[in-house]
């Protein structure tokens, strides 16, 4: 079983949509992360928040919104997304300090129509 | 030039065969090191982290060169389970980033 608990596991969308991506982890982790991944490809970092604080955002298109809204909660808000957007999604954390494993959730598979 | 480089395969191995990947980085402040693995549409795990004087856990070995700034997985007996694509990551000593290298592809064949 994962620590990271991702939802929904898949999501279809039309590129009109509103969704949103959800992440929850209580291992008491303070740095949160949002990856994509394309099949053949690494995971790609788009969003850090660490302590509650977006820290770093790779040049991610803004129809992609991050939320922290705790600790333990990670939210991905999707609006007018596009077809190429289409991959797996996946949350991770960690430790901000000291032991710095990076755990992944499951991910979320979204196609985009 | 890029954080990580991994050559990314494909190895295609018979079972009980020995397999060693290598990943070279270039960020020398670099302090934590890791082998992933991902299977066919799951999410990265971890498989072990690299430590300065080499670790070992069952069949696998991870060593760590700081000096060439390298890192290698050495699979030993290698079963139709470990096929899978396995991944470099390193942090470097500040702030919370994790690279990533491509990956490398194995498929243990019977």
């Known amino acids: 079983d994962t620590e990271v608990t991702q939802t929904p596991k898949h999501l279809v969308m039309g590129m009109t949509n509103k969704k949103s991506l959800k992440c929850e982890q209580h291992?008491?982790?303070?740095?949160m992360y949002w990856y994509k991944q394309k099949a053949k490809k690494p995971p790609e970092l788009m969003f850090v928040?660490?302590?509650?604080?977006?820290?770093i955002n790779e040049s991610v298109p803004s129809r992609f919104s991050p939320e922290c809204p705790n600790s333990s909660l990670l939210n991905l808000h999707l609006h007018a997304l596009q077809p190429e957007d289409s991959a797996l999604y996946l949350c991770a954390s960690s430790q901000a300090r000291g032991s710095n494993v990076l755990t992944f959730g499951a991910g979320s598979r979204l196609t985009v129509l | 030039r890029k954080e990580v480089e991994q050559d990314p395969g494909p190895f295609n191995v018979p079972e009980g065969a020995t397999v060693a990947f290598n990943c070279t980085y270039s960020n020398s402040a670099s302090q934590s090191f890791f082998w992933y693995r991902q299977d066919c549409r799951k999410e990265p795990k971890l498989l072990m982290s690299v430590y300065s004087s080499g670790n070992e856990d069952g069949r696998f070995t991870a060593q760590l060169n700081r000096a060439s700034q390298y890192i290698s997985l050495l699979i030993r007996d290698s079963k139709l389970s470990d096929s899978a694509t396995y991944l470099c990551?390193?942090?470097?000593?500040?702030?919370?980033?994790?690279?990533f290298g491509t990956g490398t592809s194995l498929t243990v064949i019977p």
């Open positions: 990551v390193v942090l470097p000593n500040t702030g919370n980033q994790f690279y």
């Open positions: 928040y660490s302590y509650e604080k977006l820290s």
């Open positions: 291992m008491g982790h303070r740095a």
